[in-house]
């Protein structure tokens, strides 16, 4: 059974820096992502990369800011943000799945708050 358990959200000043990661057991994925969903908003990515590190993608909105990685070796998949600013805040989702079928995992959620 897979599983995927973020950590590392809070609450955060505008300016600062947090470090999301997200551990996977029970199987292993071609593809990770990061998505965030916002109150009254539809959850979007933020960020994915294919296992290899060959593929990465960032929305406009991390950009410059937000940095994925992966440790195939310990099976995780991290997100640095930097610069964070109030319109990040949001509960931050890890997805992984295979190249072909898409996310068919996802995690819990963390919360991201970022204050002005």
């Known amino acids: 059974q897979v599983h995927l358990v973020e950590s590392g959200g809070g609450l955060v000043q505008a300016g600062g820096s947090l470090r999301l990661s997200c551990a996977a057991s029970?199987?292993?994925?071609?593809?990770w992502g990061w998505f965030r969903q916002a109150p009254g908003k539809e959850r979007e990515v933020v960020a994915s990369?294919?296992?290899?590190?060959?593929?990465?993608y960032y929305a406009d909105s991390g950009k410059g800011r937000f940095t994925i990685s992966t440790d195939n070796a310990k099976n995780t998949v991290s997100l640095q943000m930097n610069n964070l600013k109030p319109e990040d805040t949001a509960v931050y989702y890890c997805?992984?799945?295979?190249?072909?079928?898409?996310?068919?995992?996802w995690g819990q959620g963390t919360q991201v708050t970022v204050s002005s």
């Open positions: 029970g199987g292993t994925f071609s593809i």
């Open positions: 997805a992984a799945g295979l190249v072909g079928t898409g996310y068919n995992y």
């Open positions: 990369m294919s296992w290899n590190g060959g593929s990465t």
